[in-house]
């Protein structure tokens, strides 16, 4: 069993920070890809930020200068430093992390809710 333990979310004002841990623990193996979604009330899920293991990073545009995506591998464990928050940023955020070599598994953390005020 895999799980996916995220910390870090919390209610902010604009233009604070907030850092976003999510570790990895299990029969997890050959971890690729993690990385970060988020869900607003009423939209789809977007992909917000994600690093492939050797650290080739991708952003969405939104949120491109902001926030920081990086891994500790020896730890399983991805984070992300959210700076600059604007309150289009409150949703759930949830870590995502795609493993298992050739069976090409997915699997989510439980969700964390990040809120910003204006």
């Known amino acids: 069993q895999v799980q996916l333990v995220e910390s870090g979310g919390g209610l902010v004002q604009a233009g604070g920070s907030l850092r976003l841990s999510c570790a990895a623990s299990?029969?997890?193996?050959?971890?690729?890809?993690m990385g970060w979604y988020r869900q607003a009330p009423g939209r789809q899920r977007e992909l917000v930020a994600n690093?492939?293991?050797?650290?080739?990073?991708n952003y969405a545009d939104s949120v491109k200068g902001r926030f920081t995506i990086s891994r500790d591998n020896a730890k399983n464990t991805v984070y992300l430093q959210m700076n600059t928050l604007k309150p289009e940023d409150t949703a759930v955020y949830y870590c995502?992390?795609?493993?298992?070599?050739?069976?090409?598994?997915?699997?989510w953390g439980q969700g964390t809710q990040v809120t910003v005020s204006s």
């Open positions: 995502n992390v795609q493993w298992g070599g050739m069976f090409h598994l997915k699997s």
């Open positions: 690093i492939t293991s050797s650290g080739t990073t």
């Open positions: 299990g029969s997890i193996f050959s971890i690729n890809v």
